[in-house]
């Protein structure tokens, strides 16, 4: 029997046929790509995908492989069309992330990815007129960065004689200290930060750019703010609660109790070793934030971004700011940082 080398798809135009001649990516290799991909971008990007192929199902049109013409018809949809969730029609960047997506799922499918330049003049001309109208959302959201007086200030809100104390206090220091990302904060287990004669010598898997770094945090000159103390003080704590390897950061109930079980709808839920996720430490810095009465937007990026601006003000070198946090040389986001702190301390107009 014969074997047709075309799928057909729905659409509404010529791009009815997929060209099957060069093989589809076996369940392996799609593992493999996703193992590439950041946990958070990949959840971001299969919902914009699955939005995408909804709106192409009621449209009419075909979502795989997609026209150029059709990615120009959506990003002019989100730029229009309000949110659920919000009321609001998408922001910029969500748009941005939608089109990225759609390529992604091309390139996944072993599809040559349409193009998107008329879809990027759509959003340029979303972000121009966000931006003469003075709309907040033409502005790209910022973490604050907790900086050294407003970390003291979170940390004067914790009770550190209680082990969720001690977990929160250690959470925050060494979070400042290695600049971690809170995914690669919560990923470190008790083997990953030995104590020596200088300091800590953390082991920090970094995600972006996909290695290990191994970062010295040397001893902090005030006992209250010092991330080695701060660790050694969990790792008491968790030693007499039996807890002597697996994760450093982990669920601690009001009781006291560690990694009790949760349940939802009669089924465990979250990690058997009590692990924190991600979305839990960035509110530890959200929580401690609010206790302390500071302003502004914080997350759990705001350690990260503290570091990066209280080391700049400090003189310390830049590569040397970069390689310590696991930014790779030369990163965009981390001159940002920079010039966000810079704005007064080296303002050109100064002194003319």
Not at 311 to 336: M, P, Q, T, Y
């Amino acid at each position: 029997m014969s074997q047709s080398n075309e799928v057909a798809v729905p659409t509404n135009g010529p791009s009815a046929v997929v060209d099957n001649t060069t093989p589809a990516l076996s369940g392996a290799a799609r593992e493999a790509l996703a193992a590439g991909t950041a946990d958070s971008t990949r959840r971001a990007y299969s919902s914009d995908w699955r939005q995408f192929t909804d709106w192409c199902i009621a449209e009419g049109f075909a979502p795989l492989p997609a026209q150029p013409e059709t990615i120009v018809e959506y990003a002019a949809h989100l730029t229009t069309t309000p949110r659920r969730s919000t009321g609001r029609p998408y922001s910029p960047s969500s748009v941005e992330r939608a089109i990225a997506a759609i390529r992604t799922a091309h390139t996944a499918a072993n599809l040559t990815p349409p193009s998107t330049k008329g879809a990027r003049v759509v959003l340029r001309g979303y972000r121009d007129r966000l931006a003469r109208t003075k709309d907040p959302a033409a502005r790209q959201r910022k973490a604050k960065p907790a900086e050294p007086a407003a970390l003291r200030s979170m940390l004067a809100t914790l009770d550190r004689d209680m082990l969720i104390g001690k977990r929160d206090a250690a959470l925050l220091l060494l979070g400042f200290a290695t600049a971690a990302r809170v995914s690669e904060l919560v990923a470190l287990d008790l083997a990953d930060v030995p104590e020596t004669e200088q300091g800590i010598d953390a082991s920090v898997y970094r995600r972006k750019i996909k290695a290990f770094t191994d970062t010295a945090v040397p001893f902090g000159g005030r006992p209250a703010t010092c991330p080695v103390r701060a660790v050694r003080a969990l790792r008491g704590a968790l030693a007499e609660a039996g807890r002597t390897e697996g994760p450093l950061f982990v669920r601690v109930d009001r009781h006291g109790r560690v990694a009790p079980p949760m349940m939802r709808r009669g089924l465990p839920i979250g990690d058997s070793s009590g692990r924190l996720t991600a979305q839990a430490a960035a509110q530890v810095v959200e929580r401690s934030a609010a206790a302390a009465g500071l302003d502004g937007e914080w997350s759990g990026h705001s350690l990260r971004r503290g570091f990066a601006t209280a080391a700049r003000k400090a003189g310390h070198d830049l590569v040397r700011i970069g390689r310590h946090g696991g930014w790779a040389d030369g990163s965009k986001a981390l001159l940002g940082y920079f010039e966000d702190g810079d704005r007064w301390e080296e303002n050109p107009v100064t002194g003319l």
